[in-house]
């Protein structure tokens, strides 16, 4: 990791990947600005691991650049997301289309303009982005989400065009199926933990911050643009998941 990383700003943190990413940088002794709307969840992690909590909805750059304030950010991670529905797409309320398209695309796309120019000036920075394998391939009853995810990871390609020659880097996190809150609206707590995660091996949320620890820990001049990480159990790049039998 660059010595000069202190601050790093984690979008999406009361529970699953953003929690454990959050955990994992303050363990490397960055000061993390975490950013959720749950006040209790947020509480506890500035408790349990000394996180600087932001309660503010993701797609509201104007108050969290307020509680940045002259904060220098070095690191953002997008983690926060949406899968609101797992409908087919013509059945989709419109209010869904536009709900995962400004979380998932449109919130990361501004706060990365809120702190990139400070980055530019300074020529350090690492902007990293959650994409999901349903970015990179279709699935059924993502014709919303799947794009948005899509649209995130060509943005991270276009910034390192843009970017290159200023020592910022860009990584894009592609995971397959992760043990996360991301299908409690579209299915239910209850069903998405007998459909998707019971007598199966997904991802744990540490597994990913794990990895985020990493990317970051290289030196300054490596990048790592895409990592795609899957269960063992999961096909790589389709659906398909098997119980484990072992």
Do not use: W
């Amino acid at each position: 990791m660059s010595d000069a990383y202190r601050t790093a700003l984690v979008t999406g943190v009361t529970s699953g990947i953003g929690r454990a990413t959050v955990f994992k940088l303050c363990a490397m002794g960055l000061t993390v600005l975490a950013v959720g709307r749950n006040e209790e969840a947020l509480a506890a992690l500035s408790t349990e691991c000394g996180a600087l909590p932001i309660k503010a909805d993701v797609r509201d750059t104007r108050v969290i650049a307020e509680e940045i304030g002259d904060r220098e950010i070095d690191i953002l991670v997008n983690n926060a997301g949406i899968l609101s529905t797992r409908a087919s797409f013509q059945e989709i309320d419109p209010d869904e289309i536009d709900a995962m398209i400004d979380i998932n695309l449109k919130a990361p796309m501004h706060l990365t303009r809120l702190v990139l120019p400070g980055m530019v000036a300074r020529r350090r920075g690492h902007l990293i982005y959650l994409g999901s394998s349903g970015g990179l391939a279709p699935f059924p009853s993502m014709g919303a989400y799947g794009p948005s995810k899509a649209g995130l990871s060509l943005f991270c390609d276009n910034l390192r065009c843009d970017l290159l020659g200023t020592s910022i880097r860009v990584s894009e996190i592609v995971p397959g199926r992760v043990q996360t809150d991301l299908y409690r609206t579209a299915l239910g707590a209850e069903q998405a933990r007998s459909a998707l995660y019971d007598g199966y091996r997904p991802i744990q949320p540490e597994h990913i911050a794990s990895l985020i620890g990493t990317v970051i820990d290289l030196p300054a001049f490596v990048d790592v643009a895409r990592i795609e990480v899957f269960p063992t159990d999961q096909a790589t790049g389709g659906g398909l998941m098997v119980k484990f039998d072992g």
